[in-house]
């Protein structure tokens, strides 16, 4: 059974610039969820997606956005990157959603420059 | 405010022996508890979740408990090996009207040395 699949692996944008990243779940799960992990403030919720819905969502700036297609699949979108966006950012799928059990993906490491 | 907090942030123990961590959360309602490991440049791998009425849930040689009178929960590992060389880290769902979200401790670093 494949497992959460983030792509790309590594990005690098400049100041300004915006980007999306992917994310593939787990098949059968339905709900998506993002995170944005840094040094300085570990692991922070983004927002969870839930049958192409966003259902529940953290304390970020509206740069930050998403999407879920009705396989499942979701997008990230960051616009007008920041240098302080530089961030491992990781997504999770679950069956059910964020309360119960979800697997996470290998991330995508971001660096803007 | 809900908060979950850590201890210690950082831990180094020789190959073959005990430890425990720490995590105090401040969050209400409570519903469950996880606890993730995270090698580095890697996404956590879940190692067990607590809900209200569980003290005690073991996965090999983890072992979690949970006291919600005092807000605490610990996980201890026995006869560490290399592989253990991991952040550690809390994991809380915070209800709020409409919206739900997870709060998520600060980690634990710890370093396995033979």
């Given at each position: ?29 339905r ?27 953290g ?55 | ?6 201890s ?23 519903s ?50 290399l ?32």
């Amino acid at each position: 059974k494949a497992g959460v699949t983030q792509t790309p692996r590594y990005l690098i944008k400049t100041r300004g610039q915006q980007v999306t990243l992917s994310c593939s779940p787990i098949s059968g799960h339905r709900s998506v969820s993002w995170y944005q992990q840094t040094p300085g403030q570990g692991l922070q919720f983004l927002f969870e997606y839930f049958s192409e819905t966003q259902r529940n969502k953290g304390n970020f700036p509206g740069r930050f956005s998403g999407r879920q297609f009705s396989n499942s699949r979701s997008e990230m979108n960051v616009s007008t990157l920041e240098l302080g966006d530089s961030a491992l950012y990781l997504c999770a799928s679950s069956f059910e959603g964020i309360r119960y059990g979800y697997t996470f993906g290998s991330g995508t490491r971001l660096t803007v420059v | 405010k809900n908060q979950v907090e850590q201890s210690p942030q950082s831990l180094i123990i020789l190959e073959g022996k005990n430890c425990t961590l720490q995590c105090n959360y401040t969050v209400s309602p409570f519903s469950n508890l996880r606890w993730y490991k995270q090698d580095t440049g890697r996404g956590p791998v879940s190692l067990t979740i607590m809900t209200f009425s569980e003290n005690t849930k073991s996965n090999g040689r983890y072992t979690a408990t949970l006291d919600a009178d005092t807000k605490q929960s610990s996980l201890h590992i026995t006869a560490s090996q290399l592989s253990d060389s991991a952040s550690y880290i809390c994991v809380v769902p915070i209800r709020e009207v409409g919206n739900e979200k997870l709060t998520f401790g600060t980690g634990t670093r710890l370093t396995i040395i033979p």
